[in-house]
């Protein structure tokens, strides 16, 4: 939890909520996401955008409205950056804190799973001039675009940092550059000599190495093909909240003719939606 929050009092999610019921949602879809939260153990805005009733951009929206603070709109976030030089990316994420830069800077806070009247509350005491809300996923995005070039960095070079073994950079060790250099010279050397039985002798090489394979493929075969089958034993269900959080993409290039029996059979899914769903066509 970021560090400027408070913990979320135990109010009614209904009061807590009214501000979206001047023109954002109605009292009945608020119900719904109430409910629907309370089965998730999630904020009820949070079942709401997950369940795309609410947008995050809307709820931003309002909630800065409510809280009295300014709202980071579109047109602005090309300006949002980190508060400090000094910040690592993953400080931003974790604080969910970022600056609108300009004449007049901002202290920008990424809106998540805070309750509304704890947060009201809670920056009561700052001067409102000086904080805007915009919603978590352009947060990100700004976080993501403003250290691109520490990600990719990071993407390529993290592994060899931390384990450099494990890396496909680490060059090979000069004996087994050596072990190659006197294999090829040896083929070769032989192939000059005699060529036919050069080949047979690779051939049995290679033999030996593939039988051992498709042995091991025989034997799965013949292990699946006369098992005996036992019933499969009832699996307990676990409760929704209990389950760990997991983000699916599926990215789509030119496939427009499938996106909507896509959408349809990700909704099927018996799995409860934390995430915002958006099909995103790039």
């Known amino acids: 939890m970021p560090a400027w929050s408070m913990p979320a009092a135990q109010t009614d999610p209904f009061a ?8 954002t949602i109605d009292r009945a879809t608020l119900a719904r996401g109430v409910a629907l939260g309370a089965r998730w153990g999630v904020s009820p805005h949070e079942a709401l955008i997950a369940t795309g ?15 009295g603070v300014g709202f980071v709109s579109p047109e602005q976030r090309h300006r949002l950056v980190p508060p ?6 993953r400080d931003c994420l974790r604080t969910g804190v970022l600056k609108l830069g300009g004449l007049r800077s901002r202290a920008v806070l990424a809106v998540d799973n805070r309750n509304p009247t704890t947060l009201k509350f809670a920056l009561s005491g700052f001067d409102a001039r000086t904080l805007a809300f915009a919603p978590q996923p352009a947060v990100r995005s700004a976080i993501c675009r403003h250290f691109e070039h520490a ?19 680490t060059p090979l060790p000069r004996w087994m550059l050596g072990a190659i250099a006197l294999i090829a010279v040896a083929a070769a050397t032989g192939l ?11 051939s049995l090489l290679m033999a030996a190495v593939f039988l051992p394979i498709a042995g091991l493929r025989v034997a799965a075969l013949w292990y ?3 098992r005996r089958e036992r019933p499969p034993e009832p699996i307990p269900r676990v409760p929704d909240t209990a389950l760990p959080v997991y983000t699916l993409l599926v990215p789509l290039l030119r496939e427009a003719a499938v996106v909507r029996r896509l959408t349809e059979a990700l909704k099927r899914l018996d799995y409860p939606a934390l995430g915002s769903k958006r099909t995103k066509a790039i």
Do not use: M
């Open 16 to 23: 807590d909520y009214a501000f979206l019921l001047n023109g």
């Open 53 to 67: 009733w609410l947008s995050a951009e809307n709820y931003a929206r309002a909630l800065a409205e409510y809280c």
């Open 84 to 89: 400090s030089r000094a910040l690592r990316p």
């Open 151 to 169: 990600f990719k960095a990071h993407a390529s070079e993290g592994l060899h940092r931390r384990d450099p073994e494990r890396s496909a950079k």
């Open 192 to 202: 000059a000599l005699s060529f036919t039985d050069t080949v047979r002798a690779l």
């Open 224 to 226: 699946f093909a006369f």
